[in-house]
């Protein structure tokens, strides 16, 4: 028996699971091959839901569903810990002790926040990147009437590259419809000198940012924040008095990676086009723990999915794979509250930037309705 484990309950491994069902649906049935996924969540959570539970649109309820619910009934689901992972062995280890075997191993873990990474951060900050930091948002920003609101991006790489100029521009338009946004100054801070990763969004964030009157302060990596001064220090030297902070803390890998020798920082280091690991054999990476060069967006763990179902489908059917993944990455960009902007790009590409419009906001919405049909891998 083939046996492919897969490691993490998140867009990549769950899609990953349900694709691999169905391509290797006669295998699966005649017990010549084994799909396991592990996760230690039993709900499955799509985050970005997350940016609209501080504006009253969702709430954090809406984003999850219990896996169970997700996942083919071909597909061997276990809702546990993995402590350790040994490639030399192909071996898993639990919580409990227990060991697993493996022929492929596919890593889907994901990252984590690590708002201690920044002193004063975790007690000065808010964020809407989990549950409970964006519920405590929504409550703040109900009473936040005036003052110096500054969005800061405090680490990179972070999930859902866009979401801090998404949650900027609708901050702006939420203040405008209560009538609060002439009491409000709005800063937005990036780590390198524009104000974003992509040369074209940030060109496209900047020009809106100029006509919307909000602050761009480049070249500003957060070093500490003082809750009790109200000041947010930079790297470079330069502060900011604020009131309310909103900040992207910084993002972690997986300890399992680093204590597996797969990644030294905790990102697995894999090839770009097949994602395989660099230092193991039988062991591919997805999604936000794949070290590869393009956003650690939903997108992307989803067209690397199929990638490696396709290669994995492939390999248990005793042939050479050959599918590869090119970067491929979309993204709606809310541009307000009510309109968005759509990007698509690949390895090495600029995304085109279209004219924000209420259709592409609509089209945003009904995908993030639709999202559980993606994760059970029906598109």
Request: hydrophobic residues 40%; aromatic residues 8%.
């Given at each position: ?15 990953l699971?349900?694709?691999l ?26 985050k ?8 009253g649109?969702?709430t ?19 809702v546990?810990e993995?402590?350790?992972?040994d ?12 060991r697993?075997?493996?022929?492929h ?7 984590s ?9 975790a007690?000065g ?23 110096h609101?500054?969005?800061s ?20 338009d ?12 709005l ?8 104000a ?5 969004i940030?060109e496209w ?46 993002h972690a890998?997986?300890d399992l ?7 030294d ?49 492939t ?8 599918a ?9 960009l ?9 990007i ?15 259709p ?20």
């Amino acid at each position: 028996m083939y046996r492919i484990a897969i490691v993490g309950g998140g867009t990549g491994g769950t899609v990953l699971a349900n694709r691999l069902a169905d391509e290797l649906a006669p295998e699966l049935a005649a017990g010549d091959v084994e799909v396991r996924l592990i996760t230690a969540d039993p709900e499955h959570v799509y985050k970005p839901t997350f940016l609209y539970v501080p504006f009253g649109k969702k709430t954090v309820d809406d984003a999850a569903r219990p896996i169970d619910e997700l996942v083919d009934r071909r597909v061997a689901l276990d809702v546990a810990e993995v402590t350790a992972v040994d490639t030399d062995g192909h071996a898993l280890t639990f919580a409990d002790g227990s060991r697993l075997g493996y022929d492929h191993l596919v890593l889907a873990t994901g990252a984590s926040l690590d708002p201690d990474a920044v002193p004063g951060l975790a007690e000065g900050g808010h964020h809407f990147y989990g549950p409970d930091g964006a519920e405590t948002l929504r409550d703040e920003l109900a009473d936040f009437t005036e003052g110096h609101l500054v969005l800061s991006v405090a680490g990179v790489p972070h999930m859902c590259p866009a979401a801090p100029v998404e949650f900027t521009l609708m901050v702006d338009d939420w203040l405008r419809e209560r009538g609060r946004r002439e009491d409000v100054d709005l800063t937005y801070t990036y780590p390198i000198n524009r104000a974003h990763g992509l040369e074209s969004i940030a060109e496209w964030a900047t020009d809106l940012f100029d006509a919307r009157n909000v602050d761009v302060e480049t070249f500003f990596n957060v070093e500490s924040v003082d809750p009790d001064a109200g000041i947010v220090e930079s790297m470079e030297g330069s502060e900011l008095d604020y009131d309310l902070l909103v900040a992207i803390p910084p993002h972690a890998g997986s300890d399992l990676v680093i204590d597996a020798g797969l990644g030294d920082d905790g990102w697995v280091d894999v090839d770009r086009h097949t994602l395989e690991a660099e230092h193991a054999e039988d062991v591919s990476a997805i999604g936000d723990v794949a070290d590869v060069p393009t956003s650690k967006a939903g997108s992307v763990a989803h067209y690397e999915a199929g990638v490696v179902a396709d290669r994995l489908a492939t390999r248990a059917r005793g042939e050479t794979p050959t599918a590869v993944y090119d970067g491929k990455t979309v993204c709606f960009l809310e541009a307000g509250m009510d309109e968005a902007t759509f990007i698509e790009f690949s390895y090495g590409e600029e995304p085109y930037v279209r004219e924000p419009s209420r259709p592409l906001h609509w089209a945003k919405l009904g995908y993030n309705e639709s999202y559980w049909l993606t994760a059970r891998g029906l598109l």
